[in-house]
């Protein structure tokens, strides 16, 4: 299964984005999807997880502000973004894991800035 993501662009401050990732097959068999960021010169870091039974997570920097949805009929995962912070501006991405391997989307640039 191949992961493709989208979504991403250029928002103001307190704006809102929402990202996609749309997979090629069924993603029923992925425990965890979940979507990370990379922002310049740091580190790839998680932005919110959706398990397979429904549990969500989200980092610290996002809650309250982010929503993951997962949607195994459609086979794709998104992220609403409100309240977008320049912080937020980073490369987006989707990852998917199952019991026997681990899926990276490409990234989807999204940029806060006035």
């Known amino acids: 299964v191949q992961l493709q993501a989208s979504g991403g662009g250029l928002v103001q401050p307190g704006g809102s984005l929402r990202l996609s990732c749309a997979a090629s097959g069924s993603i029923s068999s992925f425990n965890v999807m979940g979507w990370y960021r990379q922002a310049p010169g740091k580190e790839r870091e998680l932005v919110a997880l959706f398990g397979s039974g429904g549990s969500t997570k989200y980092a610290d920097a996002v809650k309250g502000r982010f929503t993951i949805s997962r949607d195994n009929n459609k086979n794709e995962l998104s992220l609403q973004m409100n309240s977008l912070k320049p912080e937020d501006t980073a490369v987006y991405y989707c990852?998917?894991?199952?019991?026997?391997?681990?899926?990276w989307g490409q990234g989807t640039q999204v940029t806060v800035s006035s």
């Open positions: 990852n998917a894991v199952s019991f026997t391997s681990s899926t």
